[in-house]
Each structure stands twice: as C-alpha cells, then as structure tokens.
C-alpha cells in the first residue's frame, strides 16, 4: 500500500467515525424528542401546553442544521407561531392561527430549533398565578399544588419537567422571571428592543419583551444569541474582580424566612467565591417605580387593538374585554377601557419619571463600581394555588399577590436593564428560591457571562 492509498484509507475510516458519531447524536435526538412527546402527554394534569405541535417529530428530523440543531423549544401562547393557534391565554382568540412567525421563532427556527408546542398562561399576560379559568390552572413543576408563577408558568413547568429542551416566555414586569424563579430553573430578561416584539400579543410595547428560559445559563445565552442575531461567545469572570450590589432598603426587606435564608447564603458563597458585596441602595427606587401600572394601563389600550386589527381583525377589543373569564384581568381590561390613563399621565411618566430611574441605575453602577446588583427574585417562594389569585400569606400577613411578587423584579423592567434569575435553593418545603442579578443597560452578554460563572458557585 503506496503513501498516499493508506491517507486515503486513514481519511475515509476518519470520515466513517465522525458519520456513525452523527448519526448516534441524530438518533439520541430523535429519542429525545419522542421521549418528550410521550412525557407531555403524561403531563396533561400541570396543563402547562395549550397546543402540542402534532408535526414536531418531523419537523425535529429536519431540524439538524444551524447552532440549536434540533433543540425543542416551548413557546408561551402569546408569541406567533404559523400554524399554531396563538390565543394570548383567552378563548376568544382559541382560532387565531397566525400564517407567519413573530421574528424571533422565525430566529428560532432558522438556527435549528423545533417548536414542541404553545404553553399556557396568565389569561392575556395580566398577572402572577397563570391560573387560567379557559386552559385550566398551571401546576408548579416541584409540587403540583403550588403556584407555577406568570404569566409565562406553562413556559417554565415544561423546561423545569424536561418536556421542552428549553424555551420562550414573554416579560413585562417578571413574567419570565418569576415562574423561572419558582420552578427552579433560569430565565432571562434582556434590554428592552434587544428583541424583535412583532407578531407577539403584547399589553406594553415600551416595557413587553420575549424572554428566554432553560435549565442552564449556556441554553439562555445560546438562544439570546440567536433571538438578538448576535454572536454567542462566552467570556469568563475572575470572581476575585468582581463587585455586586447589594440593595438591602428595598429588595430585602420583609422577605419570607426561607427566602432569607437562601439570600443570605448565596452572598456569603459569594464572598467566598471571592466576589466584592457593596451594600448599597438605590435612593427612592419604590417611588420610582410607581410608574409600571400607568404605563401598562395606557398602552395595553393601544397595543391589544393593534395586535387584533393585525391578525384578527373579526374580533373586535369589545368582543375580547367580554369573554375575558378571569375576574381580576377582566377587572383590569375593563378599568383600562373606561378610565383611561389620559395623555398627560402618561407623557409624565415616560418623560420624565422613567427617565429618573434609568439615571437612578446608571449612577449607582457608576458611583458604587459595581458590575451587577444582586436579590431575591421573588420575596417569597411558591404559594399554595388554592384561594390566590387576589392575596397570599407573606410573614403572618395577607397581602395581595400581583405585587408582591413582582415587587423585585419589577423596577429592572421599568428600567429596560437586563436581568436573570438563577436558582439559589430550597424552601423549607423543597420549593425553588432564586436569586436575581440586574445588569447596565445593553450589557445583556456581560450579564450572561457573569451569571454563568455565579452559577457555578450556587450549584443548589
């Protein structure tokens, strides 16, 4: 056998390796998804899918192309999909079935990823239960009893049950965040327009982002990525430069016992992880805040008529306000319908309150040198879902649920600053606590990058 006859067998036995390597991934996928296919149908009573993707398993075997290769994805019910009914959670909208996708699934799909089914919801994307009276109530992945958090809780009990690889919820004061935080898994909400938001039913266009949720910071940061048409590469942080705001006037204040619990050990392994904690709050941040529901309310008058001219101009906002079913969304849409926030309020609030708080972060990034401000994400972990839609338990007292637990993560969203929720550890009950990390506007990847390093020193 002549020199060059033996590197032409050399290079065929290579090229015969790397293809029954790939063809081992291809089957290993293709068992993955029928796996999950099987689970979700096993999994009906958590009601976390409004609409499985009867063509996922073919779409999957042609999925084998672009960086997600094949990575099944969950997408909340509020977000365009072709083919698939988008229903925003309300049965009104139960046959909107758009003909073409919100840019990010097109994203999405182009880099390879297959679309496992459309998750349930908060009806409309208006609270924190996601017990939806249409789709039935969505169950927390841990426990069943407990709430899943919203609006995107069908979103995060799929990825936390393994039914979806990972997926897409939609953000407007913590809605991924928050069923992220309480499913023990991690999500994501980036700078406000980091995001395209066509083809998505939204109730602020100033404030309402997709948001991505997985298992794992690499699966979030690969679909940024992806959803943001930018490049996925992955610095590291030396800890030991790192420094953290810690905001203790307003972020840590009443917090349930568990929660404290696993704040306080989350910063002490920072301190030994070797992280620099700078105790520093941010000035007047509660009445800053205050801005959220008047930017909601005169929106949402205006975004929701938009999104049904556009893709389903037979239903009218008269028609959707009636056969909204939930009493405290219909109690919303019907005050925002018939006491409008009036043009005065809201140029005041977008003009010169909103701005305020941005200055707010702005400075304490600067002044205080810190590359992310750390919390908890939600006060308290999951509630018993029985009786909770109007208010929980929280340190012997009831206080009403929509803002208490959005209370953390709601001035970020006002901002437009990034934000992620990691998981932290366990209640006394064994249900996830996660811990928030805000970064500086448009520092989406510095955050990401960030996170994945303080993952790896949480490891719950």
């Known amino acids: 056998m002549n020199k060059n006859t033996g590197l032409i067998v050399v290079l065929a036995l290579l090229l015969h390796g790397c293809a029954a390597k790939t063809e081992k991934v291809t089957e290993l996928k293709v068992s993955t998804i029928q796996q999950q296919l099987e689970k979700i149908s096993v999994s009906t009573s958590y009601n976390a899918f409004i609409t499985?993707?009867?063509?996922?398993?073919?779409?999957?075997?042609?999925?084998?192309?672009?960086?997600?290769?094949?990575?099944?994805?969950?997408?909340?019910?509020?977000?365009?999909?072709?083919?698939?009914?988008?229903?925003?959670?309300?049965?009104?909208?139960?046959?909107?079935?758009?003909?073409?996708?919100?840019?990010?699934?097109?994203?999405?799909?182009?880099?390879?990823?297959?679309?496992?089914?459309?998750?349930?919801?908060?009806?409309?994307?208006?609270?924190?239960?996601?017990?939806?009276?249409?789709?039935?109530?969505?169950?927390?992945?841990?426990?069943?009893?407990?709430?899943?958090?919203?609006?995107?809780?069908?979103?995060?009990?799929?990825?936390?049950?393994?039914?979806?690889?990972?997926?897409?919820?939609?953000?407007?004061?913590?809605?991924?965040?928050?069923?992220?935080?309480?499913?023990?898994?991690?999500?994501?909400?980036?700078?406000?327009?980091?995001?395209?938001?066509?083809?998505?039913?939204?109730?602020?266009?100033?404030?309402?982002?997709?948001?991505?949720?997985?298992?794992?910071?690499?699966?979030?940061?690969?679909?940024?990525?992806?959803?943001?048409?930018?490049?996925?590469?992955?610095?590291?942080?030396?800890?030991?430069?790192?420094?953290?705001?810690?905001?203790?006037?307003?972020?840590?204040?009443?917090?349930?016992?568990?929660?404290?619990?696993?704040?306080?050990?989350?910063?002490?392994?920072?301190?030994?992880?070797?992280?620099?904690?700078?105790?520093?709050?941010?000035?007047?941040?509660?009445?800053?805040?205050?801005?959220?529901?008047?930017?909601?309310?005169?929106?949402?008058?205006?975004?929701?008529?938009?999104?049904?001219a556009a893709s389903a101009g037979d239903i009218s906002m008269k028609v959707l306000q009636e056969g909204v079913t939930s009493p405290d969304v219909k109690g919303a849409i019907d005050m925002i319908m018939t006491d409008p926030i009036t043009d005065d309020q809201y140029r005041e609030v977008i003009k010169v309150v909103r701005p305020q708080l941005q200055q707010l972060y702005a400075k304490y990034f600067s002044e205080n040198r810190v590359d992310a401000v750390i919390y908890p994400t939600t006060p308290l972990p999951a509630r018993l879902r029985e009786n909770s839609d109007e208010t929980i338990e929280l340190n012997g007292k009831q206080v009403p649920t929509f803002p208490t637990y959005i209370r953390n993560v709601d001035p970020s969203s006002n901002a437009g600053i990034p934000s992620i929720t990691l998981p932290a550890g366990f209640s006394s009950r064994g249900l996830p606590i996660g811990m928030a990390l805000d970064g500086l506007i448009n520092g989406d990847r510095r955050l990401l990058d960030l996170a994945a390093s303080i993952e790896a020193v949480l490891a719950p």
């Open 52 to 308: 499985v993707n009867k063509n996922a398993k073919a779409e999957f075997d042609q999925a084998n192309t672009g960086v997600l290769n094949g990575m099944t994805l969950a997408i909340k019910d509020n977000i365009d999909v072709a083919g698939l009914p988008n229903t925003g959670g309300t049965a009104v909208l139960k046959d909107n079935v758009p003909g073409q996708d919100a840019t990010v699934i097109a994203r999405l799909k182009s880099a390879g990823a297959v679309i496992i089914g459309k998750t349930n919801l908060h009806e409309l994307a208006f609270g924190i239960t996601s017990n939806n009276a249409n789709y039935g109530p969505v169950k927390n992945a841990i426990n069943p009893n407990y709430l899943p958090g919203g609006s995107s809780g069908g979103t995060g009990v799929a990825v936390a049950l393994g039914l979806a690889d990972a997926g897409v919820g939609t953000d407007t004061g913590g809605s991924s965040r928050i069923p992220a935080a309480l499913n023990g898994i991690v999500g994501f909400r980036p700078s406000t327009g980091r995001y395209p938001n066509d083809g998505m039913i939204m109730i602020s266009n100033t404030r309402d982002t997709a948001g991505p949720m997985g298992r794992s910071v690499a699966d979030v940061a690969l679909l940024d990525a992806v959803m943001s048409g930018t490049d996925n590469t992955m610095g590291k942080f030396d800890l030991a430069t790192v420094r953290i705001g810690v905001p203790e006037e307003y972020f840590y204040s009443d917090l349930d016992p568990d929660v404290e619990r696993v704040a306080t050990a989350t910063l002490n392994k920072l301190e030994q992880a070797g992280v620099t904690l700078v105790r520093a709050n941010l000035a007047n941040i509660a009445k800053l805040n205050e801005i959220g529901f008047p930017i909601v309310f005169y929106e949402t008058s205006r975004t929701l008529p938009e999104y049904l």
